[in-house]
């Protein structure tokens, strides 16, 4: 699946909000850019889901059949996806929880739209930055570490970095 890492890419969004009108309001925003956004009410509207379908989850706390945390939880049990929280729960206790639990960023309701568009690009734009491998050996004093040959030297003399 190709990411979003200019404006021009589209975004495939998994919405978890049990609320039709903040749902409706966030898929025609996206929708005008292009974006898809696909949405559950529930946990249980999630379960035939595949996560790896998906760019990022944008999950409300508040659901009938449990909350948006236990989904982020059972995410990063094996996915990096991004989420970002959004949720009328803006207590400093269920902001860290979020973030906590793994959460990317948390927004709270009322919320623009378009601030929620522009996090929810801003955080796939640096999700997906590649940072440029490091050819050149680092040195320090009479440690030397080649991670092209992946290799360390000390005072001249190769060293055996092998698993313990």
């Known amino acids: 699946m190709s990411h979003p890492e200019c404006h021009n890419?589209?975004?495939?969004?998994?919405?978890?909000?049990?609320?039709?009108?903040?749902?409706?309001?966030?898929q025609r925003f996206f929708a005008n850019s292009g974006d898809l956004v696909w949405c559950a009410t529930s946990l249980e509207g999630t379960?035939?889901?595949?996560?790896?379908?998906?760019?990022?989850?944008?999950?409300?706390i508040n659901l009938p059949d449990g909350n948006g945390l236990e989904y982020l939880h059972y995410l990063r049990s094996f996915s990096a996806m991004p989420v970002l929280m959004l949720t009328v729960r803006d207590s400093e206790e269920d902001v860290l929880k979020g973030f906590r639990e793994g959460?990317?960023?948390y927004i709270t309701k009322p919320f623009s739209l378009a601030i929620l568009k522009a996090r929810a690009e801003n955080i796939l734009k640096h999700r997906h930055k590649r940072?440029?491998?490091?050819?050149?050996?680092?040195?320090?004093?009479?440690?030397?570490?080649?991670?092209?040959t992946?290799?360390?030297?000390?005072?001249?003399?190769?060293?055996?970095?092998?698993?313990?």
């Open 9 to 26: 890419e589209k975004m495939k969004i998994l919405l978890l909000e049990d609320d039709q009108t903040i749902a409706y309001a966030v």
């Open 47 to 60: 379960e035939d889901l595949d996560p790896e379908d998906f760019d990022l989850a944008i999950l409300d």
């Open 103 to 105: 959460a990317d960023d």
């Open 131 to 148: 940072p440029q491998p490091v050819d050149e050996p680092l040195i320090f004093e009479g440690l030397s570490l080649s991670p092209a």
């Open 150 to 164: 992946r290799s360390c030297r000390a005072d001249d003399r190769e060293l055996n970095l092998g698993a313990a």
